[in-house]
T-cell receptor, first 116, second 114 residues
Framework: DSGVTQTPKHLITATGQRVTLRCSPR?????VYWYQQSLDQGLQFLIQ???????AKGNILERFSAQQFPDLHSELNLSSLELGDSALYFC???????????????FGDGTRLSIL | GENVEQHPSTLSVQEGDSAVIKCTYS??????FPWYKQELGKGPQLIID?????GEKKDQRIAVTLNKTAKHFSLHITETQPEDSAVYFC?????????????FGTGTQLKVEL
């Protein structure tokens, strides 16, 4: 058990809809990362937050957004969903920001999103 | 941006044999290289990592080597066991502006046969 909690485990919805994925980081971790895993794209970095602030951004679609709350949990919002958004979405957390040396990232077990 | 290539895509070994997975990276500024093991239905699990100021690191049956000049790093698993069967991912990271994103390789499906 990595200590990173993601909910829900599975999500089935239709094209055009909006969903919210939730992540609780490990106790004491200030950084949260979101990754997308699909068969054709592999594991792709989406976005990082540190203590409520955005720190790094990958190839995240404009239809996707995220935030980190004062209690350090994070939410990933996906809107105007398309069939191609079907994937596993992972959250990871680490102790620091990356300045002064990267901290190991620990992953949750993901949310499987299926778009019908 | 950073690009990480990983080989082989599949690897089958007999129990007790060694397994080696190799990765190359493109950005010479990368300075942190973790390896993850992913089992079916689970998230990636960190198994070992190495920083650019170290050439080799070992943890029981698992070792990682890094060649900064050639920009490649490898995972070595000795005395493989059936429970080592999983998908293994290498990754590279550059600490830049407070960001710490991981760029992953495409994964290696390791099968340890009895």
């Amino acid at each position: 058990d990595s200590g990173v909690t993601q909910t829900p485990k599975h999500l089935i919805t239709a094209t055009g809809q909006r969903v919210t994925l939730r992540c609780s980081p490990r106790s004491g971790d200030l950084s949260v990362y979101w990754y997308q895993q699909s068969l054709d794209q592999g594991l792709q970095f989406l976005i990082q937050y540190y203590n409520g602030e955005e720190r790094a951004k990958g190839n995240i679609l404009e239809r996707f957004s995220a935030q980190q709350f004062p209690d350090l949990h994070s939410e990933l919002n996906l809107s105007s969903l398309e069939l191609g958004d079907s994937a596993l979405y992972f959250c990871a957390s680490s102790a620091g920001t990356g300045t002064g040396g990267q901290q190991p990232q620990h992953f949750g077990d993901g949310t499987r999103l299926s778009i019908l | 941006g950073e690009n990480v290539e990983q080989h082989p895509s599949t690897l089958s070994v007999q129990e007790g044999d060694s397994a080696v997975i190799k990765c190359t990276y493109s950005d010479s500024a990368s300075n942190y290289f973790p390896w993850y093991k992913q089992e079916l239905g689970k998230g990636p699990q960190l198994i070992i990592d190495i920083r650019s100021n170290v050439g080799e690191k070992k943890d029981q049956r698992i070792a990682v080597t890094l060649n900064k000049t050639a920009k490649h790093f490898s995972l070595h698993i000795t005395e493989t066991q059936p429970e080592d069967s999983a998908v293994y991912f290498c990754a590279a990271s550059i600490a830049r502006g407070g960001g710490n994103k991981l760029t992953f390789g495409t994964g290696t499906q390791l099968k340890v046969e009895l």
